[in-house]
């Protein structure tokens, strides 16, 4: 599955978008169809990527 790596301590535009979509400022952060995953959390990241 295609994604795209953001380096929000490079990125200051990503770091904002990041914050206002999580809430927070916590790495690792995915998204996944417009869900948002704080930390990593292998059960749902597999939940949400193979279903």
């Known amino acids: 599955m ?3 790596e ?3 301590s ?3 535009a990503a ?3 990041l914050l206002e ?6 790495v ?3 998204e996944v169809d417009g869900r948002i ?3 990593f959390d292998r059960s749902q990241l ?3 990527l193979l279903h």
């Not at 979509?21 to 916590?26: D, E, I, Q, R, T």
């Open 2 to 4: 295609p994604y795209t």
């Open 6 to 8: 953001l380096d929000v």
């Open 10 to 12: 490079r990125h200051p």
């Open 15 to 17: 770091q904002k978008e």
């Open 21 to 26: 979509k999580s809430g927070y400022l916590a």
């Open 28 to 30: 690792p952060t995915f």
């Open 37 to 39: 995953i704080v930390g």
């Open 46 to 48: 597999e939940k949400l």
